[in-house]
C-alpha cells in the first residue's frame, strides 16, 4: 500500500472503513458475475443464518454514515457472503483480502476508467483530440491516487437501482 492511500485510510472513520471495505466487496461481485449485489440478494442470505438487515441499515453501512455497526454476527454472515475472513469487516487489519478479490480490484478500477472516459468523450464530443487526450491523462491520474472516488462513482448508481426495486 502507498503512503498516500496508508495516510487517507487513516484518516477515515471507523464507520467510512467499514463502508470502503463493503464496496470493495460489492465491486468485485460486479466484476466476477457482471451484475451488482442487490439489498434483497443479501438479505435473503443473511436471513437464512437467523440474521435480520434493514434497508436503512444496509444503506448506512455502504454510505459510511449513521452509526458504527459493529454486530458480529452480521459482519460475520457477510463475510461469509463474500467468502472473505470473518475479521475483515471487522476492522481487522490482519484479516487480508483473499487473492481472488485482490486480483479483481485492478479490473475492477479499469472498468470504471473506461467507463468515465466514455462518458467524457461523450459529453465532450466536440473538443479537440489534444484536449481529450489531457482530459484522459488528467482522469488516469487521479483514478489511480483516490480509489475511494471510484467506489462512489460506482454506490450511486447502484443504489438508485436498489432503490427502485
Do not use: H
Not at 72 to 80: F, H, N
Not at 98 to 104: G, V
Not at 120 to 134: I, K, M, N
Not at 159 to 164: H, I, K, V
Amino acid at each position: 500500500m502507498s503512503s498516500d492511500q496508508e495516510a487517507f485510510n487513516a484518516e477515515l472513520s471507523p464507520q467510512a472503513e467499514l463502508a470502503r471495505r463493503l464496496n470493495l466487496l460489492l465491486d468485485v461481485v460486479v466484476a466476477e458475475r457482471g451484475q451488482p449485489v442487490t439489498f434483497r440478494e443479501v438479505q435473503q442470505k443473511l436471513q437464512s443464518r437467523g440474521i435480520k438487515l434493514s434497508r436503512a441499515r444496509w444503506f448506512y453501512m455502504k454510505d459510511g454514515t449513521g452509526r458504527l455497526v459493529s454486530d458480529p454476527a452480521l459482519l460475520g454472515g457477510l463475510c461469509e457472503i463474500f467468502n472473505v475472513d470473518p475479521g475483515y469487516l471487522q476492522g481487522d487489519d490482519a484479516a487480508d483480502l483473499p487473492e481472488r478479490i485482490d486480483s479483481q480490484l485492478e479490473f475492477v478500477k479499469s472498468l470504471r476508467a473506461a467507463r468515465v472516459k466514455t462518458f467524457a468523450a461523450r459529453t465532450l464530443g466536440d473538443v479537440s483530440p489534444e484536449t481529450l487526450r489531457v482530459i484522459t491523462e488528467y482522469l488516469n491520474r487521479d483514478i489511480s491516487r483516490r480509489p475511494e472516488g471510484e467506489q462512489a462513482a460506482a454506490g450511486s448508481s447502484s443504489d438508485a437501482r436498489e432503490a427502485a426495486e
